[in-house]
């Protein structure tokens, strides 16, 4: 689907693509997989020297103002070595956006830019143990201490926990306050006496360092608050579009790196004298799931524009994390079963890439709560009315208004 992209954004696609093709080992990807490497810092440290991450920020901080169609582009070229290394390298966009939009000069030039060029190592401190979902219910507090905070609390599910420079938490800093103003956002450093108290144990999306964090008694400087005094809820309402929307491109690579693996093997197992594309079955299943990819590609790009319109995308972008995450579910379950048996096995990536994506079903907003958000949006926009558009009641074949009874 190249049409889709200018001469320019093909060519910062296909640079990304070269990257992940040369510079990243499988030795690495198989290490992070199997625990023995638990870090994900090689990776950015090296795509930060070759000028690709946050590609859609300012020059001045790193960045190569690009818009959001090529850094959708991008993230699907790093999708293709699964949800680990996808997670890597699209922190430092998720934790810059707020630094971007919100943070201070200085912010942005002590945090920003080092972590562009790849020499800080990132991380976002959001879900709690008590849960994920509720972003208001959190219970990790900020208290005032001069011109100091004190956190205290705890967060978990932090891909980078085990080795990040920095992260960016989120925690309460008026309990007493409606929940929308209860909120702030603050830059912690390790050093500040940040502790890493567990490495989980992952059914897939390993190596990352994935693990929970404890504040106990942490000061972090006032100069430390991203955006305003307890005006966190802006910062994570924007913060929704990158995290879901690098999820959703992110699933486009893994699904399309697990299709062509089954495609390939297709053309070369045989079976009953011949190779087993020939068959019906195999081909359909091939077919379902490059028409599914496609589909997904195509709902991703238009969010991207939506994003880079300036318009509202939350519910766009909802839609494509939603729907590329679940085809990208369908994609690698097909082609494990296009391959049999032996795609259940460690000699293909195609389990590993179904470990992978499973994640992505729950990961920056379940996609339950996408439904939420998408439902929310759509009744709003219907019922608001006042568009031209043809209203088909009128078309049926009996009209009858007495019929209509609602209650």
Known sequence: MDFLYSPEQLKVRDEVRRFVKEQVPSSKVREMDTGELESGRWFIEKAGAA??????????????????????????????????????????????????????????????????????????????????????????????????????????????????????????????????????????????????????????TRGGGTGRLVFNQVRVPGANLVGQLHGAYAIFNRMMVPERLHSAAGALGTARAALEVATRYSTRRKAFGQTINNFQAVGFMLADSVAALDAARALCHAAALAADAGTDARRIVSEAKKVATES??????????????????????????????????????????????????????????????????????TPDEAEKVFE
């Open 51 to 204: 000028g690709i991450l946050g590609l859609r920020f300012p020059q001045e901080y790193g960045g190569r103002g690009l818009d959001w169609v090529t850094e959708v582009a991008a993230m699907e070229e790093v999708g293709v070595l699964g949800t680990s290394l996808g997670c890597a390298y699209i922190m430092p966009a998720i934790v810059g956006e707020a630094l971007a939009l919100f943070g201070s000069e200085e912010q942005k030039r002590k945090y920003l830019a080092p972590t562009l060029a790849g020499r800080l190592y990132s991380a976002e401190a959001l879900t709690e143990p008590r849960g994920g979902s509720d972003f208001f219910g959190a219970t990790t507090t900020a208290t005032p201490d001069g011109d100091h905070f004190v956190l205290d609390g705890q967060k978990r599910f932090v891909v980078g926990a085990q080795d990040s420079d920095w992260f960016l938490v989120y925690a309460k800093s008026d309990p007493q306050a409606k929940p929308h103003e209860s909120m702030s956002c603050f830059i912690v450093e390790r050093d500040f006496g940040v502790e890493v108290q567990n490495i989980y144990q992952l059914m897939g």
């Open 328 to 397: 990208a579910w369908q994609i690698v379950n097909q082609a494990m079963q296009v391959m049999g048996g032996i795609g259940y096995t460690s000699v293909y990536p195609i389990e590993r890439l179904l470990r992978d994506t499973r994640l992505s079903l729950i990961w920056t907003g379940s996609n339950q709560v996408m439904n939420l958000l998408i439902q929310h949006e759509w009744f709003k926009q219907v019922m608001k009315g006042g568009d031209d558009a043809r209203d088909v009641e009128d078309d049926a074949l």
